[in-house]
């Protein structure tokens, strides 16, 4: 069945340093997110990507964050200088079409020192 | 804003002990009301989808249904397999999700 693949599952950084986070979506899907969850709180949206450009993204996805589709294959989540509070797991989704459902992949734990 | 809210934040069950999780939301239109399970330290896995006020979607133990102003899963003889935090989500637009804050099932032996 196909999945949504993530890398790294743990991503350990200093404050202030780049992180770039890694995301496969379904093969055959056209639409692509990227969430947040601090530990113990809700699932965060952050950004949605379709055709090559943002189409939604958060109050949460400042000018610190970025995405990219820079092959047919990978989808990727940039955060240029990393904070605290940018602890947290990040999930990527993606999806057939704006309004069905999303699969999720299976997560990357962020921990900014 | 967009407002989803599950019931309780927990819940206990022994096994075969049916009963039903609520998500009620506000929002401003509704495309669409998702169910998800999510194992701890692992991504929401996908459940249901549900569009319209009236409709019903059953996946083994579990149904979910929808009216204009909540929804409802339930688990008919839950196992412990079944244990897990299940998120409801609305998506009142194309895209973003809101999800709420979910409930966490045990079910013991």
């Known amino acids: 069945e196909p999945e949504v693949t993530q890398t790294p599952s743990h991503q350990v950084t200093q404050m202030g340093q780049e992180v770039i986070l890694r995301c496969v979506p379904i093969?055959?899907?056209?639409?692509f997110y990227w969430y947040r969850q601090i530990l113990g709180q809700k699932v965060e949206f952050l950004v949605s990507f379709y055709n090559n450009e943002i189409s939604e993204k958060s109050e949460i996805f400042d000018d610190q964050f970025s995405v990219e589709r820079p092959d047919g294959s990978n989808f990727t989540l940039k955060i240029r200088s990393t904070k605290l509070e940018d602890s947290a797991m990040y999930f990527c989704?993606?999806?057939?079409?704006?309004?069905?459902?999303?699969?999720f992949g299976p997560g990357t734990r962020l921990t900014v020192l | 804003e967009d407002q989803v809210t599950q019931s309780p934040e927990a819940l206990r069950l022994q096994e075969g002990e049916s009963s039903s999780l609520n998500c009620s939301y506000t929002v401003s239109g509704l495309r669409g009301l998702f169910w998800y399970r999510q194992d701890p330290g692992k991504g929401p896995e996908f459940l249901f989808t549900l569009y319209s006020a009236g409709e019903e979607k059953e996946k083994e133990r579990l149904k979910a249904t929808l009216t204009k102003k909540e929804s409802f899963l339930h688990i008919t003889a839950p196992k412990p397999e079944d244990s897990a935090t299940y998120l409801c989500a609305v998506q009142p637009r194309d895209y973003k999700l809101s999800f709420g804050a979910g409930t966490t099932v045990t079910v013991r032996a």
């Open positions: 989704a993606s999806s057939s079409s704006g309004n069905n459902e999303q699969f």
């Open positions: 093969s055959n899907h056209l639409y």
